[in-house]
């Protein structure tokens, strides 16, 4: 339970980071 507890959460923080990518890539082309 403790390790698959411990898989969600770095996969969250793995979307989490993705998304500020995301949104940092969108920001800057959008700023072209």
Not at 5 to 29: F, P
């Amino acid at each position: 339970m403790l390790d698959f507890a411990k898989a969600q959460r770095i996969s969250l923080t793995q979307q989490v980071e993705n998304n500020i990518k995301n949104a940092l890539i969108i920001g800057a082309l959008k700023t072209r």
